[in-house]
């Protein structure tokens, strides 16, 4: 009983120092992984093998972590070394490709392609948002995508808000899309074994119908003050060329390749057996060797306080799976249910979507795999169509704040760092309806395709 009421108290505190951002974010998950590690298996449970449970290292040199024979893994407890560990090697490989151009050679190039006109720009730039956002951290494509858009707007004289809005939900929904899409899915994916194919089959279907009913509402919402002042008779030729973008034309060479390689190994590694721990180290060697004396400023440029954070993350959760505070949640979404698999995926999207909005979603994700699992086992559910249910509202709710989401907060300072100020309120009249929408048709999606 002590060690709940602890592990509670922990976690609580967590998230109220996160959304209070009174301290960096690592600073407070390391902190209240420490204190759960103590006061929650130490104090409270007298428990060395709790303690090894959730730190969970012993996994990293199974041949299992690695290699699986195509074999689904089983749920994980405590730190997810396999989700750290395939961050950080596309974390690398994303700054490769950074450094030699290529995210602003690709908007360029399209730019380019619909001749710089306004509204093919802002259709094109919606599906490149939810393309790259699939296979790449949605802050880095957000970064490159919200500083063109800047720039192109000064160039054809039009507001670039709303399309620098429109790219922020399109990437929060295409990272929906894939496993490595976003950190919600990766951690569900690597906790309970689906792979690239589950996802993209389930979730990308799902995503891609509500990526063309967007595209219909932010182009209805937007079109006319994205038109209003345009230049639309400018020479073609007087625009930049795609070309001058590349800062290395062997090293631009390089990541294409190596980010294809990537994308493959990832939509193959059901059937090859590969894990995504391996094609993280893998694709993140082979940056390095590429980048040759580069390589060294590559690996300081990762985001290590994001992979601390992480760490914390698994630690505190861990703690409420080892006291039972997971299973009694369970226990709790169950009774509210009574059983009733519609009713219990409508609380499960509507919560994950309202709770991302205005919490972190990658803690909240990693809550609720424990939740759904227990879920699943007492309630005779498929636990599948849970974890699609809890993909869909954690990636897609955090669109509806500026605060839901990296990616909203990032596209966010780099518009106002152009005087481009995007308040709470003018944010929210339009993403809000978006994402309402969204999680209307993913619920509908979910019962018509799994009840």
Same mark, same amino acid.
């Given at each position: 009983?002590?060690?709940?009421?602890?592990?509670?108290?922990?976690?609580?505190?967590?998230?109220?120092?996160?959304?209070? &951002?009174?301290? &960096?974010?690592?600073?407070?998950?390391?902190?209240?992984?420490?204190?759960?590690?103590?006061?929650?298996?130490?104090?409270?449970?007298?428990?060395?093998?709790?303690?090894?449970?959730?730190?969970?290292?012993?996994?990293?040199?199974?041949?299992?972590?690695?290699?699986?024979?195509?074999?689904?893994?089983?749920?994980?407890?405590?730190?997810?070394?396999?989700?750290?560990?395939?961050?950080?090697?596309?974390?690398?490989?994303?700054?490769?490709?950074?450094?030699?151009?290529?995210?602003?050679?690709?908007? #360029?190039?399209?730019?380019?392609?619909?001749?710089?006109?306004?509204?093919?720009?802002?259709?094109?730039?919606?599906?490149?948002?939810?393309?790259?956002? #699939?296979?790449?951290?949605?802050?880095?494509?957000?970064?490159?995508?919200?500083?063109?858009?800047?720039?192109?707007?000064?160039?054809?004289?039009?507001?670039?808000?709303?399309?620098?809005?429109?790219? $922020?939900?399109?990437?929060?929904?295409?990272?929906?899309?894939?496993?490595?899409?976003?950190?919600?899915?990766?951690?569900?994916?690597?906790?309970?074994?689906?792979?690239?194919?589950?996802?993209?089959?389930?979730?990308?279907?799902?995503?891609?119908?509500?990526?063309?009913?967007? #595209?219909?509402?932010?182009?209805?919402?937007?079109?006319?003050?994205?038109?209003?002042?345009?230049?639309?008779?400018?020479?073609?030729?007087?625009?930049?060329?795609?070309?001058?973008?590349?800062?290395?034309?062997?090293?631009?060479?390089?990541?294409?390749?190596?980010?294809?390689?990537?994308?493959?190994?990832?939509?193959?590694?059901?059937?090859?057996?590969?894990?995504?721990?391996?094609?993280?180290?893998?694709?993140?060697?082979?940056?390095?060797?590429?980048?040759?004396?580069?390589?060294?400023?590559?690996?300081?440029?990762?985001?290590?306080?994001?992979?601390?954070?992480?760490?914390?993350?698994?630690?505190?959760?861990?703690?409420?799976? &080892?006291?039972?505070?997971?299973?009694?949640?369970?226990?709790?979404?169950?009774?509210?249910?009574?059983?009733?698999?519609?009713?219990?995926?409508?609380?499960?999207?509507?919560?994950?979507?309202?709770?991302?909005?205005?919490?972190?979603?990658?803690?909240?994700?990693?809550?609720?795999?424990?939740?759904?699992?227990?879920?699943?086992?007492?309630?005779?559910?498929?636990?599948?169509?849970?974890?699609?249910?809890?993909?869909?509202?954690?990636?897609?709710?955090?669109?509806?704040?500026?605060?839901?989401?990296?990616?909203?907060?990032?596209? $966010?300072?780099?518009?106002?760092?152009?005087?481009?100020?995007?308040?709470?309120?003018?944010?929210?009249?339009? #993403?809000?309806?978006?994402?309402?929408?969204?999680?209307?048709?993913?619920?509908?999606?979910?019962?018509?395709?799994?009840?």
């Amino acid at each position: 009983m002590i060690a709940q009421i602890l592990a509670v108290v922990i976690f609580l505190a967590m998230f109220i120092l996160i959304i209070t &951002e009174v301290f &960096e974010r690592h600073i407070v998950t390391l902190g209240c992984a420490l204190l759960s590690l103590v006061l929650v298996f130490g104090l409270g449970m007298h428990s060395m093998d709790a303690v090894i449970r959730t730190l969970n290292v012993q996994t990293i040199f199974t041949p299992g972590f690695w290699y699986t024979a195509g074999q689904s893994g089983e749920t994980s407890t405590g730190i997810n070394w396999e989700t750290i560990i395939f961050i950080a090697g596309m974390m690398i490989m994303v700054e490769g490709m950074a450094r030699v151009g290529f995210f602003r050679w690709l908007c #360029m190039k399209i730019a380019g392609l619909v001749h710089y006109q306004v509204i093919p720009i802002f259709i094109t730039f919606m599906v490149l948002s939810f393309g790259l956002a #699939m296979f790449i951290d949605s802050i880095t494509v957000i970064l490159f995508l919200a500083a063109v858009t800047i720039e192109l707007s000064q160039l054809l004289k039009f507001q670039p808000v709303p399309m620098i809005l429109a790219e $922020i939900f399109c990437a929060n929904l295409g990272g929906s899309a894939t496993m490595c899409g976003d950190p919600p899915n990766i951690i569900i994916g690597t906790s309970l074994g689906y792979s690239f194919a589950d996802f993209i089959t389930n979730t990308g279907l799902i995503a891609l119908v509500c990526l063309a009913a967007v #595209m219909v509402y932010f182009y209805l919402v937007f079109k006319k003050e994205l038109l209003k002042g345009a230049v639309t008779d400018r020479d073609p030729s007087s625009y930049p060329k795609a070309s001058e973008a590349i800062t290395s034309r062997k090293g631009f060479a390089a990541s294409c390749v190596i980010f294809l390689c990537a994308v493959v190994l990832l939509i193959t590694h059901a059937q090859t057996g590969l894990t995504v721990s391996f094609i993280g180290v893998f694709i993140a060697a082979v940056t390095l060797i590429t980048a040759g004396k580069d390589a060294l400023t590559l690996l300081k440029k990762v985001d290590y306080k994001t992979l601390l954070f992480f760490m914390g993350l698994f630690v505190v959760v861990g703690s409420l799976e &080892e006291t039972g505070i997971l299973e009694m949640m369970a226990g709790v979404i169950g009774a509210i249910s009574g059983g009733n698999i519609p009713v219990m995926i409508a609380i499960i999207i509507w919560l994950s979507a309202i709770a991302s909005a205005f919490i972190d979603n990658i803690p909240f994700a990693a809550t609720m795999i424990p939740v759904i699992s227990n879920l699943a086992a007492t309630q005779g559910v498929d636990l599948s169509v849970l974890s699609w249910t809890l993909a869909m509202g954690t990636d897609v709710g955090g669109s509806a704040t500026p605060i839901g989401a990296s990616a909203n907060v990032v596209g $966010i300072a780099t518009a106002a760092k152009e005087g481009h100020l995007i308040k709470w309120g003018r944010y929210c009249k339009s #993403m809000a309806p978006a994402t309402i929408i969204v999680v209307l048709i993913s619920m509908v999606m979910i019962y018509v395709r799994y009840l």
